[in-house]
């Protein structure tokens, strides 16, 4: 386990029917109307948990792949990130798949690999979900568009088959937390600040929130099944 000194804290509350229920953070900057996807037996009108982890992950890491490249001193140029996160069954509960693809234009396939690899080693939701579930790390061209099959059996960390039965994408672009975070086919489209804790504007949302968020209502919604 990770200990941390707090430089920045989230709260976010769900409350409702769960996955059909209602989410908002603490300062009111994120609240949602929730529902389950379509794909899954729902009527998919409002958001749910994977989004907001798809669109706070790829910010959060598009973050760290941008401080690492400071660090370096290479330059990124017009660099995205693209994280897609699948839910499915696993073993008696149900589990997550996690596959980020980086986009690093101005860089060579190996020095941006390089890069990526160092990036989930600092990233917040990396070091939140190592061990936990399967995250691929790779460097593409472009960003794909292409959602995996929603019957595609993948393993987690733990060797469990997960059949997926829902995949959402998110894309990050700018500058990382002070980018823009996207959700495709939703009308989720976030303004990214850094919080004033953490010397931003705090104007916008920020990874740590839809973290909050989705945790929040996907607890919640595992609260009223058990």
């Keep these: 386990m990770i200990e ?10 769900a409350t409702g029917a769960g996955r059909d229920g209602h989410v908002q953070t ?35 890491f598009h973050s760290a792949l941008q401080s690492v490249a400071r660090q370096a001193k290479k330059k990124l ?12 069954r696993a073993g ?19 020095e941006a690999q390089q890069l990526a690899d160092a990036a989930h080693q600092v990233c917040p939701y990396s070091n939140a979900t190592r061990g936990n579930i399967e995250v691929t790390v790779s460097v ?16 987690d960390r733990k060797g469990v088959i997960m059949d997926a039965v829902y995949t959402t994408e ?14 495709k086919d939703s009308d989720l489209d976030f303004t990214m600040t ?8 705090g104007e916008g949302a920020n990874p740590e929130q839809l973290f909050a968020a989705g945790y929040a209502a996907c607890f919640h919604s595992a609260l009223q099944m058990v």
């Design 4 to 13: 941390i000194d707090p430089l920045y804290t989230a709260e976010a509350v």
């Design 26 to 60: 603490a300062d009111g900057r994120i609240a949602l109307d929730l529902a389950v996807p379509a794909e899954v037996g729902g009527s998919g009108d409002g958001a749910n948990p994977e989004q907001l982890f798809a669109a706070g992950y790829a910010a959060c």
């Design 77 to 88: 140029g017009d660099s995205s990130v693209g994280a897609r996160v699948a839910i499915g």
């Design 92 to 110: 008696e509960g149900f589990g997550l798949a996690v596959t980020l693809e980086v986009v690093i234009p101005d860089l060579p396939q190996d």
């Design 140 to 155: 593409v061209e472009d960003y794909s568009s292409c959602v995996q099959s929603a019957d595609v059996q993948r393993p």
């Design 170 to 183: 998110a894309l990050s672009t700018g500058a990382g937390r002070d980018g823009r975070s996207v959700v």
């Design 194 to 201: 850094a919080p004033k804790e953490m010397g931003g504007s």
